[in-house]
DNA sequence: ATGGGTGTATTAGTTGATATAGTACACATA
DNA sequence: TATGTGTACTATATCAACTAATACACCCAT
């Protein structure tokens, strides 16, 4: 289920593997409820540390992810419900203010920009917490 | 001209000068064959090392902005040309594609991420380089 | 009760990037 | 010649990320 991490990349391991998990939840191919692989499976599938994958799940927990259940595992909350968090919605704006003009300089357009949306949403599915 | 840094930002002190400056090169707060702040200037505008800025100078030399001239100093470039770079519009594209999973969980639609790239687009002028 | 599977906590150590500090060099220009 | 420029080099300090090894607390099936 979980693809392969990239040791080398500079986007820490465990923030790829939060970025992982979201994505197949939003994907819905992990729904509330399922079990998430253990850190001791996880880890051995992607040859990394279990501390690195109990660093992730932490993190996924914290913003509402998944929940876990002591001695039981980890699993997708059933209410997943969005976090109207103004500091994160803020920082998502200049992420998006730093896209526009990283692309000014290798020929992205704004218009471009626009159809990656589109294009993104119809790989995702579109799907949409509330 | 230059504004504030952030020394406790995640974004190393370097890469925030690189972003400065092509944001003001694309405002056209900074145009072909201006003369850059020195090192020096910078530094002690700024309140970093000198080292710090140079590196964000080299860095904005390899992406082609800034050209440096031997003891006379750093200006804008007067031929800034779009790098089709094929690995940097794919990278970007999939900061566009992190950028809708994370709004996802906060509430972010993206229509709301299509109406902040028409914002900022006026924010910033929307001048292109060619 | 026991054993295996969970997540978690703790301590220790390595690595790499970042940033600072100080110094020195080469070049252009007034 | 003197000053201002970018650059190079070495050394040091700091921090995040990652690994490693161990231990603990909990659930559950046997």
Redesign the pocket.
Known sequence: MLAQID?RSAV???EQIVNQIKELVLKEMLSPGDK?P????TASLLL?????V?KA??EL?NQGIIE???????FVRENLKLTFDEERISLLREKVRQVVIEGSYIGVKVEDINQWLLEIQAELGGKIHD
């Open positions: 040791p820490p391991i465990w998430v253990s850190v001791r499976e990394v540390n279990p501390n690195t109990s799940y932490k927990e876990t259940l002591r001695g039981r595992g980890t």
